[in-house]
């Protein structure tokens, strides 16, 4: 079974920097895509940015210019680097992958999540 292990995250001052990865574990052919989506307290999940596995890369509005993604095939790990932290970045943090699985009637996409890894950006 294929699972997402995170590490990464803690306290960070404001304007400094830090860096989630995400580890893809199981029996996989591929990661299609990682995306990186964030949860601040009382507010819906939002998506902070993805990576296919072509190498494009999209990124919200509200971290361009401070936030980018990075993959390590050969370590089947996606990393999320956070420079320039505010206050308003502190969340929980999880991964989500689209693995290419073996099946019964072939090979599948798998959407995977991960534990998710809190981030607190204060002073």
């Known amino acids: 079974q294929v699972h997402l292990v995170e590490s990464g995250g803690g306290l960070v001052q404001p304007g400094g920097s830090s860096r989630l990865s995400c580890r893809a574990h199981?029996?996989?052919?591929?990661?299609?895509?990682m995306g990186w989506y964030r949860q601040a307290p009382g507010k819906q999940r939002e998506l902070v940015a993805t990576?296919?596995?072509?190498?494009?890369?999209n990124y919200d509005d509200s971290v361009k210019g401070r936030f980018n993604v990075s993959r390590d095939v050969a370590k089947n790990t996606g990393y999320l680097h956070m420079n320039i932290l505010k206050p308003e970045d502190t969340a929980v943090y999880y991964c989500?992958?689209?693995?290419?699985?073996?099946?019964?009637?072939?090979?599948?996409?798998?959407?995977?999540w991960g534990q998710g890894t809190l981030v607190t950006v204060s002073s």
């Open positions: 990576a296919t596995s072509g190498g494009s890369a």
């Open positions: 989500r992958a689209v693995l290419l699985v073996p099946a019964l009637g072939g090979p599948q996409d798998l959407e995977v």
């Open positions: 199981g029996n996989f052919f591929s990661i299609n895509v």
